[in-house]
């Protein structure tokens, strides 16, 4: 009798687990869809407030009010990006109220991979952390590695400096 209660235990646990996976792929689908529509109130409202945003580019490490100002001009034109997800990968810890979640984008630069961190607020899950990065073939990397090479000197030369 034990071994039934526990494996019913186990399967009411898994549903929730689902049902939590499935809100989550929610908040993510309708963030990415909110910027495709330009909608700056509930792409922003999808993001805690103390949110980073790390972009394809070196210097694209955002606050979230940093990243505000940014994007403002994107979604006041009423064209901000379009990411699709062709796949996504949700991990969950429910003790602490935190997700996290990798996924493959097809977006205007090509196929892209983002990753994030959400938190669990008392207004549901919002993005904490998010990470966006362009996918680039192994076979090409050589030739992409020549052409950022003086981004990156120049970069390294700045954050040098300014330690």
């Not at 394809?56 to 006041?76: L, S």
């Not at 493959?104 to 899950?125: E, F, Y």
């Not at 590695?145 to 120049?154: M, P």
Request: aromatic residues 14%; contains cysteine.
């Amino acid at each position: 009798m034990k071994n039934y209660i526990t494996v019913f235990f186990i399967a009411i646990c898994s549903v929730g687990f689902a049902q939590e996976k499935a809100n989550i792929d929610k908040v993510v689908s309708a963030w990415h869809k909110a910027a495709a529509d330009a909608n700056f109130e509930q792409y922003f409202g999808l993001m805690t407030d103390n949110a980073i945003f790390i972009g394809t580019d070196a210097n694209e490490n955002w606050t979230n009010e940093e990243f505000k100002a940014f994007a403002k001009p994107y979604f006041d034109r009423g064209k901000a990006w379009s990411f699709t997800h062709l796949e996504r990968n949700i991990f969950i810890k429910k003790e602490a109220n935190i997700a996290w979640f990798d996924e493959l984008l097809d977006t205007q630069m090509g196929i892209c991979r983002g990753s994030g961190v959400l938190q669990k607020t008392s207004d549901g899950w919002k993005i904490q952390h998010y990470v966006l990065s362009i996918a680039i073939p192994n076979d090409n990397v050589t030739e992409i590695t020549a052409l950022k090479k003086k981004f990156d000197d120049n970069l390294i030369s700045k954050l040098r400096q300014k330690n």
